[in-house]
């Protein structure tokens, strides 16, 4: 399975539960399934540092999208680190594949 959607899904799906729920930590419950998902395919396919790689990039990617979304607003930050996330997860481990 490609992991380029569940990153994307992870990061999206997140947000969406902690925003319509209201419960924040929902949406990190979210977040971590679909990085740990993701994370055993990165591992097996890009290897160790690969796949701590990639996970640098995705948990970055929530931890910037909050200072990003004071300057873009809320979708557009979450949308623009889904998108760095799955080009990072296609370019590292999806396209050997």
């Not at 990061?11 to 998902?37: C, D, F, K, S």
Request: aromatic letters at 8%.
């Amino acid at each position: 399975m490609t992991t380029a959607p569940i990153a994307a899904l992870g990061l999206v799906g997140g947000y969406v539960a902690a925003r319509e729920t209201g419960i924040r930590p929902l949406g990190g419950v979210v977040l971590a399934a679909a990085g740990l998902y993701a994370g055993r395919t990165w591992v097996a396919t890009a290897g160790g540092a690969g796949a701590a790689g990639l996970a640098a990039v995705y948990l970055g990617g929530f931890a910037a999208s909050h200072p990003l979304a004071k300057k873009v607003g809320a979708w557009p930050s979450v949308l623009v680190v889904a998108a760095v996330s799955a080009a990072a997860s296609w370019v590292v481990a999806d396209r050997r594949r």
